[in-house]
């Protein structure tokens, strides 16, 4: 039988599949959707830069008012909102609704991580476990289930979306330094089919708002109540996100978080619109990720068990080493459709490396700090959000040779400092959080529903007499 813990990691997981089945579909075809002046890519930056700003000041309020499964429903209907500006895309509707998502962004994963981190916690003893280990198998579990969003939202756009023309090829690849949109021939979807894609997107966003508001526990609600009853000083709420970067631990990972959105926005920023849309259309698109998705979903899994055996550090140069290769040979690779098989099998291995990045890097901000959880992951989700912002910025006004040189370095960079904090975590390793904070809680709902299968036992009984 499924323990609560286990459920729990289920539940948020399976919610944030399907919210991401949508948002993920729409992310990764707004640089080709939406490619006049750039609008697609501008909402990115919007929604990413919204997230910083949600990241500095909102998230651990937002958490310990509202709980980890209440601020994730608020979360997930900020997405919700920005499926429904693609209705109708335009500045008016794409905007605003790039900023209320990027509002909601940082606590919907922060709140994510602090539940699998809080239900890691309060399983170790259970299984005479280390707290690292469960943590690392419960983001395993997450991202496995998590990251197969990218399969269905893009085998959504792949079914229901223009073949490229023989000119365009010219344009595509790092070797040219070209405004592909002034030049292609490559035309937008009709009207309707974006309106039946968009709409299928709201119906499964709205979907995982239910999942989670009807099955997700309320792990953290004593905690909640208690800090709204005897609240701490606004400012210090206010400001936690800040004051935790006095610890040179979070300094030190501040590279690796922002390769995080650097290489995320530049598989779906880049490599779908300069290399899959330009080279074969934006219908094949969707194959591309989906290849990403499957991949990442089934290695965050074996990685995450991985992790117990081999520790953290080799996963991040396994990772590393990956996206070092495909970095280098898209920098000299010329895109052409005679190569079908090599455009699905850069996100196949892009998607090896993102599920070291993604799941390795949550569980190390769990492990480094436990007792600052809501901070340290909206540090995390700021600075990821900050990679995202830059990257997105600068694409449409340099060269993608120059972004792939620029990907190369941080990439060099996050690894420095990533094994750096993983020799200092090995030479002094952080103390597990103290059992017990949230076990009154566990133990108070374990026993109303031991005594609710009771009464149930007790009534059957009677009825069969």
């Given amino acids: ?27 990764s ?65 794409l905007i605003p609704t790039s900023v209320i998502l990027g509002m909601g962004g940082s606590p919907l994963w922060s709140a994510k991580c602090t539940l699998l981190t809080i239900c890691g916690n309060l399983q170790a003893p259970k299984e005479n476990k280390a707290a ?85 526990d309320n792990i953290d609600r004593d905690q909640a109540q208690e800090f709204r009853g005897n609240r701490e000083p606004f ?3 206010f400001l936690a996100t800040f004051t935790l970067l006095k610890d040179k631990r979070l300094i030190i990972l501040i590279p690796l978080s922002m390769y995080s959105g650097f290489e995320q926005s530049f598989l779906s920023g880049e490599y779908t619109k300069k290399y899959v849309t330009c080279s074969l259309g934006i219908h094949y698109v969707g194959y591309a990720m989906i290849c990403f998705g499957a991949t990442n979903s089934l290695c965050s899994f074996m990685f995450g068990r991985l992790a117990e055996y081999t520790g953290r550090a080799p996963l991040f140069c396994l ?49 480094l700090f436990p007792r600052q959880k809501e901070a340290a992951f909206a540090n995390c989700c700021m600075w990821e959000s900050l990679g995202f912002v830059i990257a997105f910025a600068y694409s449409t006004f340099i060269c993608l040779d120059t972004k792939i040189y620029i990907l190369l370095g ?3 960079l996050s690894m420095v400092t990533c094994l750096w904090a993983e020799y200092q975590e090995h030479k002094n390793p ?18 109303q529903y031991t005594d609710y299968s009771k009464n149930i036992n007790r009534i059957i009984a009677q009825t069969s007499l």
């Avoid at 990691?9 to 948002?23: D, K, N, Q, R």
């Avoid at 429903?73 to 997405?79: A, I, L, R």
């Avoid at 419960?138 to 893009?154: H, P, R, T």
């Fill in 430 to 447: 952080t103390l597990p959080v103290e059992e017990g904070v949230y076990d009154k809680q566990y133990k108070k709902d374990t026993d």
């Fill in 319 to 367: 990772a590393a080493a990956i996206n070092f290769a495909c970095i280098l040979a898209l920098l000299f690779w010329r895109p052409h459709p005679d190569q079908l098989p090599v455009f699905f099998v850069f996100p196949a291995l892009w998607g090896m490396a993102d599920a070291v990045w993604q799941a390795q890097t949550n569980s190390l901000y769990g492990v």
């Fill in 29 to 93: 075809l707004q640089s080709s959707l939406n490619a006049e002046d750039g609008m697609g890519v501008t909402s990115l930056s919007v929604i990413y830069s919204s997230i910083i700003l949600s990241s500095m000041f909102l998230t651990p309020i937002l958490i310990k008012n509202l709980g980890c499964k209440w601020t994730i429903v608020v979360g997930m209907g900020c997405y919700v909102t920005y499926s429904i500006g693609n209705l109708y895309p335009g500045w008016y509707t």
């Fill in 132 to 216: 690292a280990d469960v943590i690392n198998k419960y983001f395993g579990i997450f991202f496995l289930i998590f990251q197969s969003s990218a399969v269905w939202g893009n085998l959504m756009s792949s079914l229901i979306f223009a073949d490229i023309s023989e000119e365009d090829l010219q344009y595509c690849g790092a070797g040219v330094c070209v405004d592909i949109n002034a030049n292609s021939t490559t035309k937008r979807p009709a009207q309707e089919l974006v309106w039946t894609l968009v709409g299928c997107y709201i119906g499964v966003g709205v979907l995982a708002m239910i999942i989670v508001a009807v099955f997700l």
């Fill in 1 to 27: 039988m499924i323990d609560r813990n286990m459920k729990n990691v289920l539940v948020v997981s399976i919610g944030f599949l399907f919210l991401f089945t949508a948002y993920g579909g729409l992310q």
């Fill in 235 to 237: 400012w210090s709420t």
């Fill in 410 to 412: 941080v990439l060099i």
